[in-house]
């Protein structure tokens, strides 16, 4: 990636003070947005076990979060002998079945976690129209 292309990426679309020029100083979300990319542009040139093994610790971290919230990922994770603290869950990962729209529909509340962390915004209800797929509902934060 080239200065310029690296320089577009970054562009803040918005001052968050007014009558400020230069530097521009960005608003919170496009702070967050930067210190996201900046932190990717960083790891990115990591050596693949490096990068392997922080996807796994973070990884860890969203399947225990599911596990304590959600009966459905509970059930799923027991069933493949999978428990807290996760630590064989890179050997088991890739032999763990995807989760399907039928999976999704038919654990009905059970998929769903009320527990989210504080700093994730709100829940709010989510409902498709089943135009592509089947019909859909969950939950999302909203920001």
Wanted: overall charge negative.
């Amino acid at each position: 990636m080239t200065y310029d292309e690296f320089d577009t990426v970054l562009r803040i679309p918005r001052n968050a003070l007014e009558g400020n020029v230069w530097p521009a100083l960005p608003v919170p979300k496009a702070q967050t947005a930067r210190a996201i990319l900046y932190k990717m542009e960083q790891t990115k040139w990591r050596k693949p076990g490096v990068i392997h093994h922080h996807k796994f610790s973070q990884l860890k971290s969203l399947v225990a979060h599911a596990s304590e919230t959600t009966p459905f990922h509970r059930d799923s994770l027991d069933a493949a002998d999978l428990a807290p603290p996760f630590d064989n869950l890179e050997d088991v990962w890739e032999s763990l079945p995807p989760l399907t729209h039928s999976n999704i529909q038919g654990a009905g509340y059970a998929i769903h976690s009320d527990f989210a962390p504080e700093d994730h915004s709100n829940i709010s209800d989510i409902h498709t129209s089943g135009s592509a797929v089947k019909a859909m509902s969950g939950a999302f934060r909203e920001r």
